[in-house]
């Protein structure tokens, strides 16, 4: 027994604690790569909101304005919208969208890749905001019975970000009306009736229709699952738009305002033309 000896501990500490400093290192360094990454991510989405917003502020600024002063137009409420920059900018466009209780005031576009705008501004810039547009099998004249508008739901509020809001009976009663505006000078009231959480894999949308029967039961339909009530009443005769983004609910969610189309041109009318400065 006498020629046994026993472990050398200290060399076997030194060994534990060489490789306890090894993968102590490597999961530092993992740590400081995913906040790095963490960090870099957030610096991009932070950048690219800003510059989407940036963007559109800019726009609605230099061409868009509500009930400025035009003593010489009538007694109708002026708006004046500048299309022939917004050509300019971008062929695309065939009207603009405006509501005045919320953050929604934006061109509307249609291009023959009904993708193209989930991810490029009006400006054309790549950027994850895209930009509110019609399919391209609808009439750039908003004369289909139903007009589908697409947009992305953002967290911020941008783009289609209150839509969801309409889940609630209280953000309806206290925002029930849209402007849109064609390039032809048309101004419609855009009226919700009904809202609705869908799934996207469903085929849940219908824009053209048969008979007056068919319309009816489809506007029936919605009126019955609609996430509020509302009084608006929807003739036969009348169009609707219908604004679609996704929703959180659940997943591939999408939400769907349907709205009716009226024609207010006889309450306001459409100045073409740049914006004057503040200081003009």
């Known amino acids: 027994n006498g020629d046994l000896k026993q472990p050398d501990q200290k060399k076997k500490k030194r060994k534990l604690s060489a490789a306890g400093a090894w993968v102590f290192r490597f999961l530092?360094?993992?740590?400081?790569?995913s906040a790095v990454y963490s960090g870099y991510r957030f610096w991009q989405i932070y950048s690219e909101r800003k510059q989407g917003t940036g963007a559109y502020d800019q726009l609605t600024d230099q061409v868009m304005t509500i009930g400025a002063d035009n003593a010489d137009v009538d007694t109708r409420i002026p708006i004046r919208l500048d299309f022939a920059a917004l050509e300019e900018i971008n062929s695309d466009?065939?009207?603009?969208?405006?509501?005045?209780?919320s953050v929604i005031n934006y061109p509307i576009v249609q291009n023959a890749d009904n993708d193209y705008y989930l991810n490029h501004l009006f400006t054309g810039e790549w950027n994850h905001m895209g930009c509110v547009f019609a399919l391209n099998s609808s009439a750039p004249d908003f004369t289909d019975t139903n007009t589908p508008l697409f947009a992305h739901g953002r967290k911020d509020g941008t783009m289609f970000g209150t839509l969801e809001k309409y889940e609630s009976q209280a953000?309806?009663?206290?925002?029930?009306?849209?402007?849109?505006i064609t390039k032809a000078g048309v101004v419609y009231l855009l009226e919700p009736f009904a809202g609705s959480i869908n799934d996207a894999k469903d085929q849940f949308l219908e824009?053209?229709?048969?008979?007056?029967?068919?319309?009816?039961?489809?506007l029936q339909y919605w009126f019955d699952r609609s996430t509020f009530v509302?009084?608006?009443v929807v003739y036969p005769t009348d169009r609707i738009v219908t604004m679609l983004t996704c929703s959180d609910d659940f997943a591939d969610a999408r939400y769907a305002l349907f709205c009716k189309m009226t024609d207010v041109s006889d309450r306001y009318t459409v100045v073409s033309g740049p914006v004057p400065s503040p200081e003009s």
């Open 28 to 33: 530092f360094v993992l740590a400081l790569g």
């Open 93 to 101: 466009v065939i009207g603009w969208l405006v509501q005045d209780t």
């Open 171 to 180: 953000y309806y009663d206290e925002h029930r009306e849209f402007l849109l």
């Open 207 to 218: 824009t053209g229709f048969a008979s007056e029967e068919e319309y009816l039961s489809y």
């Open 230 to 232: 509302s009084d608006v």
